[in-house]
Protein backbone atom coordinates (compact mmCIF):
# COMPACT_ATOMS: atom_id res chain seq x y z
CA UNK A 1 0.00 0.00 0.00
CA UNK A 2 1.15 3.48 -0.02
CA UNK A 3 1.16 6.06 1.87
CA UNK A 4 -2.10 8.08 0.21
CA UNK A 5 -3.98 4.59 1.61
CA UNK A 6 -3.05 4.49 4.82
CA UNK A 7 -4.02 8.31 4.89
CA UNK A 8 -7.07 7.24 3.82
CA UNK A 9 -7.60 4.44 6.44
CA UNK A 10 -6.98 6.80 9.42
CA UNK A 11 -8.99 9.77 7.87
CA UNK A 12 -12.07 6.97 7.37
CA UNK A 13 -11.76 6.72 11.25
CA UNK A 14 -11.36 10.32 11.94
CA UNK A 15 -14.67 10.88 9.99
CA UNK A 16 -16.08 8.29 11.33
CA UNK A 17 -15.59 9.65 15.01
CA UNK A 18 -17.03 13.19 14.35
CA UNK A 19 -13.71 14.73 13.14
CA UNK A 20 -13.17 17.21 10.51
CA UNK A 21 -9.65 18.29 8.78
CA UNK A 22 -7.84 21.83 9.01
CA UNK A 23 -7.65 22.47 5.69
CA UNK A 24 -4.85 24.40 3.66
CA UNK A 25 -2.05 23.11 5.75
CA UNK A 26 -3.20 25.02 8.35
CA UNK A 27 -2.60 23.77 12.06
CA UNK A 28 -4.70 23.31 15.08
CA UNK A 29 -2.76 27.15 16.07
CA UNK A 30 -3.51 28.47 13.30
CA UNK A 31 -6.71 27.42 11.56
CA UNK A 32 -10.28 29.51 11.56
CA UNK A 33 -12.33 29.77 14.52
CA UNK A 34 -15.00 27.58 12.42
CA UNK A 35 -12.60 24.44 13.36
CA UNK A 36 -12.19 25.10 16.61
CA UNK A 37 -13.87 21.95 18.16
CA UNK A 38 -12.74 18.09 17.01
CA UNK A 39 -10.89 19.73 13.40
CA UNK A 40 -7.46 17.84 12.65
CA UNK A 41 -4.21 18.19 10.99
CA UNK A 42 -2.70 14.44 10.46
CA UNK A 43 0.36 14.32 8.20
CA UNK A 44 2.97 11.67 7.40
CA UNK A 45 6.35 12.30 9.41
CA UNK A 46 8.92 9.63 8.03
CA UNK A 47 8.99 6.05 8.99
CA UNK A 48 9.11 4.48 12.08
CA UNK A 49 11.86 4.28 14.60
CA UNK A 50 13.63 1.37 12.90
CA UNK A 51 14.62 0.73 9.30
CA UNK A 52 15.99 -2.77 8.12
CA UNK A 53 18.60 -3.11 5.72
CA UNK A 54 19.42 -5.96 3.70
CA UNK A 55 21.65 -7.13 0.82
CA UNK A 56 20.78 -6.01 -2.71
CA UNK A 57 19.42 -2.39 -1.71
CA UNK A 58 16.34 -4.21 -0.23
CA UNK A 59 14.92 -2.33 2.95
CA UNK A 60 11.77 -2.86 5.05
CA UNK A 61 9.94 -0.17 7.44
CA UNK A 62 6.56 1.20 8.64
CA UNK A 63 4.88 4.57 7.98
CA UNK A 64 4.58 7.20 10.54
CA UNK A 65 2.00 9.75 10.59
CA UNK A 66 1.12 12.95 13.23
CA UNK A 67 -2.00 13.80 13.66
CA UNK A 68 -3.17 16.33 16.07
CA UNK A 69 -6.97 17.46 16.85
CA UNK A 70 -8.09 20.13 18.44
CA UNK A 71 -10.66 20.79 20.84
CA UNK A 72 -12.65 23.54 22.56
CA UNK A 73 -13.00 23.55 26.32
CA UNK A 74 -14.82 26.10 28.36
CA UNK A 75 -14.28 24.43 31.62
CA UNK A 76 -12.74 21.97 32.96
CA UNK A 77 -15.64 19.83 33.20
CA UNK A 78 -15.27 19.77 29.21
CA UNK A 79 -11.88 19.78 29.10
CA UNK A 80 -12.00 16.33 31.46
CA UNK A 81 -15.37 15.10 28.72
CA UNK A 82 -12.66 15.84 25.70
CA UNK A 83 -9.44 13.66 27.63
CA UNK A 84 -12.04 10.76 27.39
CA UNK A 85 -13.36 11.53 23.42
CA UNK A 86 -9.27 11.62 22.99
CA UNK A 87 -8.96 8.20 24.35
CA UNK A 88 -11.69 6.69 22.79
CA UNK A 89 -10.39 8.18 19.22
CA UNK A 90 -6.70 6.65 20.19
CA UNK A 91 -8.92 3.03 20.91
CA UNK A 92 -10.75 3.42 17.33
CA UNK A 93 -7.27 4.24 15.50
CA UNK A 94 -5.92 1.07 17.35
CA UNK A 95 -8.45 -1.12 15.10
CA UNK A 96 -7.25 0.50 11.84
CA UNK A 97 -6.21 -2.02 9.11
CA UNK A 98 -2.18 -2.22 8.96
CA UNK A 99 -1.80 -0.94 12.66
CA UNK A 100 1.41 -1.42 14.69
CA UNK A 101 1.18 1.19 17.30
CA UNK A 102 2.15 4.38 18.78
CA UNK A 103 5.70 6.40 18.28
CA UNK A 104 5.87 7.83 22.17
CA UNK A 105 2.42 8.42 24.37
CA UNK A 106 0.01 10.49 23.52
CA UNK A 107 0.11 14.01 24.41
CA UNK A 108 -2.93 16.27 25.72
CA UNK A 109 -2.24 19.86 26.67
CA UNK A 110 -3.70 23.31 26.65
CA UNK A 111 -3.35 25.45 23.97
CA UNK A 112 -5.41 28.53 25.69
CA UNK A 113 -7.70 28.85 28.31
CA UNK A 114 -10.62 27.33 26.09
CA UNK A 115 -8.40 25.35 23.77
CA UNK A 116 -6.56 21.31 24.16
CA UNK A 117 -4.62 19.61 21.10
CA UNK A 118 -4.29 16.03 21.79
CA UNK A 119 -0.87 14.78 19.79
CA UNK A 120 -0.84 11.12 18.58
CA UNK A 121 2.30 9.35 16.32
CA UNK A 122 0.84 6.98 14.72
CA UNK A 123 2.57 3.49 13.26
CA UNK A 124 0.93 1.56 10.27
CA UNK A 125 1.38 -0.21 7.10
CA UNK A 126 4.79 -2.12 7.35
CA UNK A 127 6.45 -1.69 3.70
CA UNK A 128 9.28 -3.86 1.78
CA UNK A 129 10.83 -3.66 -1.56
CA UNK A 130 12.21 -7.35 -0.75
Given at each position: ?92 LSYA ?34
Amino acid sequence: MSVSNYKTILEAILSSNGYREIPENKTVTTTAISHNHKSYSLKWSGTGTNIEYYTSGKLAYENAFELVVKYKNMNSGERDSNAQVFLDLLNSLSYASGFLGFIDGAKFEDIDTKHTQGTIKVLIGAESNC
